[in-house]
């Protein structure tokens, strides 16, 4: 056994990481980037090809003098998969991604919601039988679902559409039931973690998803308040924001009075939202918009993202939000935020719990960690090759 969290392993990492974010990167860069000696990096590097996480490609043109063609890294698309689950109120909807970020499959089935473990299971399922198909390992899985979810410890605290009332360790449980490390996170947040994967983690600082689902009993035209859920996601200074007790981005409007069920003041019933005029004050998107807006303003954001909506409902939203944003701030100069539609569609939870899976997979070390004896990520990483077990990387 070696020292975990040693140099040599943080430099694996640093290495590691920076290939999944620089698809296509040289060792010369990797060496640039991190302030590396050369002769450490090529010798990591071979470690890692030669495990089969990492593969080489020549790509380009020879300098002016000859010579070989430039070699350049990139993640191994067929070592090992990942899945991902969004548990919902109607059933569960799961893809598959490589390590790169890929989708190579996704499925969605709607079940009796008694039991969210028994709901996972069925996942689960459905994403071995399709690894097994493309003879692929699955190293773990990551799981979104509506709640106030400590993601640290894997436990859901309390979820009012899952009637969870008091703490349930679902990682733990789900874990054992897998034999594979699994994730959990509030689905909000794994919708912040689906755009960060998309731009593997190096795209927007501070961003803001609102994550909103149409909740409709009985089938009819017209909507009210009570029939809409929202919950939203944080991302600060380049990190998704949870909170001290894991509660953030839980949403209630500030106009709500408690005479009506659900999160708004729902001035006026049965609102047909899609028909809303954009400066009618009754709409509950309006109401929603003043809120975005605020928070835009005050926190400097630079983009908005709406999902869960269908989309001629997201983009009457998105112009609401871009009006108010406007409106409410205080200054001459313009304030430039992007409102956009989730880029995924109805896979952003689902995306997004396997993209936090592949995040903690590339993670680095922290520094603040003790030394302790432990197989060494290079050791782990052969184990996955070997064997499809994760051993401690996650």
Not at 54 to 73: D, F, H, I, M, N
Not at 276 to 290: H, Q, R
Not at 304 to 309: A, D, F, R, S
Not at 322 to 347: A, F
């Amino acid at each position: 056994m070696k020292m975990i969290n040693s140099q040599s392993d943080i430099n694996v990492s640093r290495i590691l990481r920076l290939i999944w974010q620089k698809n296509g990167i040289s060792r010369i860069e990797i060496a640039t980037e991190l302030g590396l000696d050369k002769s450490t990096v090529t010798k990591i590097v071979s470690s890692l090809v030669n495990i089969g996480i990492v593969s080489e490609y020549a790509q380009g043109t020879t300098g002016p003098l000859g010579g070989r063609k430039p070699v350049y890294l990139e993640i191994t698309k067929s070592f090992a998969a990942v899945g991902g689950i969004e548990i919902n109120l109607e059933g569960f909807v799961c893809c598959l991604l490589d390590l790169p970020g890929n989708v190579l499959f996704e499925y969605t089935e709607k079940m009796p919601v008694s039991d969210c473990l028994g709901v996972f299971e069925r996942a689960r399922m459905v994403l071995k039988a399709e690894a097994e198909k493309r003879n692929i390992k699955i190293v773990g899985i990551g799981t979104g679902l509506s709640g106030v979810v400590n993601s640290d410890a894997g436990i859901i605290l309390q979820s009012i559409p899952l009637s969870v009332s008091s703490p349930f360790p679902f990682s733990h449980l789900a874990s054992v039931k897998a034999e594979m490390p699994v994730l959990i996170e509030n689905d909000a947040r794994c919708c912040c973690y689906s755009e960060r994967t998309l731009m593997h983690d190096m795209g927007t600082q501070n961003s803001i998803f609102l994550l909103m689902e149409i909740r409709q009993k009985h089938e009819k035209a017209k909507l009210d308040g009570s029939q809409i859920s929202v919950g939203t996601g944080l991302i600060i200074n380049g990190k998704i924001y949870k909170g001290n007790d894991f509660s953030a981005g839980e949403f209630r409007s500030l106009l709500w009075n408690g005479s009506k069920l659900g999160q708004f003041l729902s001035i006026e019933e049965n609102m047909e939202i899609a028909e809303a005029d954009i400066n009618e004050k009754n709409s509950i998107f309006y109401e929603l918009a003043m809120h975005v807006a605020f928070l835009v303003n005050m926190l400097n954001l630079e983009t908005v993202y709406i999902g869960g909506l269908p989309a001629d409902y997201a983009q009457k939203l998105a112009e609401m939000i871009n009006k108010r944003i406007i409106y409410q701030w205080p200054y001459d100069s313009t304030h430039n935020c992007e409102v956009r539609l989730s880029s995924l569609g109805h896979l952003a939870v689902a995306f997004g719990a396997a993209g936090m899976f592949i995040d903690r997979f590339f993670a680095l070390p922290s520094l603040a960690s003790p030394l302790g004896t432990g197989p060494s990520i290079l050791e782990s990483l052969s184990e996955i090759n070997s064997t499809g077990h994760i051993g401690k990387l996650v």
